[in-house]
């Protein structure tokens, strides 16, 4: 295929899994570049080293890729689409430069009385100089989902002691998960309806269309719910680009029961773009931003086109060749 790296117009091999068995298409092209990266035909790349993904608490995130943290598919922090990696790689930066109060505010409207939002990504406390394990989301998920076999942790969470739970999911490149069939959702509020009774609308949610019901969204309710602490407000955000924005967060509140004290919201990443404070700190998270690719096309929505410095060329007028 031809290079997609603007400045690079050469033709690039596919790539061999193993000497002598041949180059095939599906394995991806050559490395190339610096830090070296491999194309695939859908488009997209992979870096050939994870932690060049990051661009904020790479000592942190060092850990996680040695195992230290028990982190579910490490080797897919090295992709392009990755929305772990665009996770951390966003708030890792705000807390840094202590603009996370800033975040909660912008997305919330809640102010922070003093001092910075605790920060939790991948499932554990992520504070300036370590992390910790989080022993209320393990205590929750143990009484939520006492089936076990359950692996992923909420995307992001955000923490105003005394006042407030903000539980992100987050999607890149995609809408906000919904269950794909009314047996999936049956067995959803089967499971969920028992071990949080008074939090779902049964009727609500068992006549809900195929395709519609947001599950994932509202398991971060469940796990937000049993890690509150008494009189501590619960915000459930859905975080997507705003190509694929959409109600998610209306039909997810028709889900729950009256009186209950949640609230759902949608998000975009490019509102978080749009609300960075212009300060220097973080000129690199929105540098980030403007040169952030997925499907090798810019993440910002075209009406920030002028933000917009992918650095790959468009490769779908670069037809590919076989090699």
């Known amino acids: 295929m031809r290079c997609p790296l603007l400045g690079n117009d050469s033709w690039l091999s596919w790539?061999?899994?193993?000497?002598?068995?041949?180059?095939?298409?599906?394995?991806?092209?050559?490395?190339?570049?610096e830090p070296p990266l491999r194309f695939h035909a859908t488009p997209t790349y992979m870096l050939q080293r994870p932690i060049d993904n990051f661009i904020a608490g790479r000592a942190l995130v060092g850990e996680a890729l040695a195992g230290h943290w028990d982190k579910a598919e490490t080797y897919r922090l090295g992709q392009e689409?990755?929305?772990?990696?665009?996770?951390?790689?966003?708030?890792?930066?705000?807390?840094?430069?202590?603009?996370?109060?800033?975040?909660?505010?912008?997305?919330?409207?809640?102010?922070?009385?003093?001092?910075?939002?605790?920060?939790?990504?991948?499932?554990?406390?992520?504070?300036?100089?370590?992390?910790?394990?989080?022993?209320?989301?393990?205590?929750?998920?143990?009484?939520?989902?006492?089936?076990?076999?359950?692996?992923?942790?909420?995307?992001?969470?955000?923490?105003?002691?005394?006042?407030?739970?903000?539980?992100?999911?987050?999607?890149?490149?995609?809408?906000?998960?919904?269950?794909?069939?009314?047996?999936?959702?049956?067995?959803?509020?089967?499971?969920?309806g028992k071990t949080c009774p008074g939090t779902f609308r049964r009727n609500a949610i068992l006549a809900m269309p195929p395709g519609l019901f947001p599950g994932q969204l509202l398991r971060n309710v469940a796990l937000a719910l049993h890690v509150r602490q008494?009189?501590?407000?619960?915000?459930?955000?859905?975080?997507?680009?705003?190509?694929?924005?959409?109600?998610?967060?209306?039909?997810?509140?028709?889900c729950l029961n009256d009186g209950l004290d949640v609230k759902i919201r949608m998000a975009t990443w490019e509102q978080i773009y749009?609300?960075?404070?212009?300060?220097?700190?973080?000129?690199?998270?929105?540098?980030?931003?403007?040169?952030?690719?997925?499907?090798?096309r810019p993440v910002l929505d075209p009406g920030q086109a002028s933000a917009n410095q992918c650095s790959f060329a468009y490769i779908q007028r670069r037809p590919a060749r076989a090699e």
């Open 230 to 254: 008494a009189n501590e407000e619960v915000i459930v955000i859905a975080l997507v680009r705003q190509a694929d924005s959409s109600s998610v967060d209306v039909v997810a509140h028709r």
């Open 15 to 33: 790539a061999e899994r193993k000497a002598g068995a041949g180059r095939k298409a599906r394995y991806g092209t050559v490395w190339v570049g």
């Open 81 to 192: 689409k990755s929305e772990d990696a665009l996770a951390w790689n966003v708030f890792r930066s705000l807390q840094e430069a202590g603009e996370l109060s800033t975040m909660i505010h912008a997305l919330t409207g809640i102010k922070a009385a003093t001092g910075e939002p605790a920060l939790y990504l991948w499932g554990r406390h992520i504070d300036l100089h370590g992390t910790g394990a989080w022993q209320a989301l393990a205590n929750a998920r143990t009484e939520v989902e006492p089936w076990g076999g359950q692996t992923a942790v909420p995307d992001c969470c955000l923490h105003l002691p005394g006042r407030a739970w903000v539980f992100f999911e987050t999607k890149f490149g995609a809408p906000t998960a919904t269950t794909k069939s009314a047996q999936a959702t049956h067995a959803w509020f089967e499971r969920y």
């Open 274 to 296: 749009d609300a960075l404070p212009r300060r220097r700190p973080l000129d690199r998270v929105r540098h980030y931003f403007e040169h952030k690719s997925y499907g090798l």
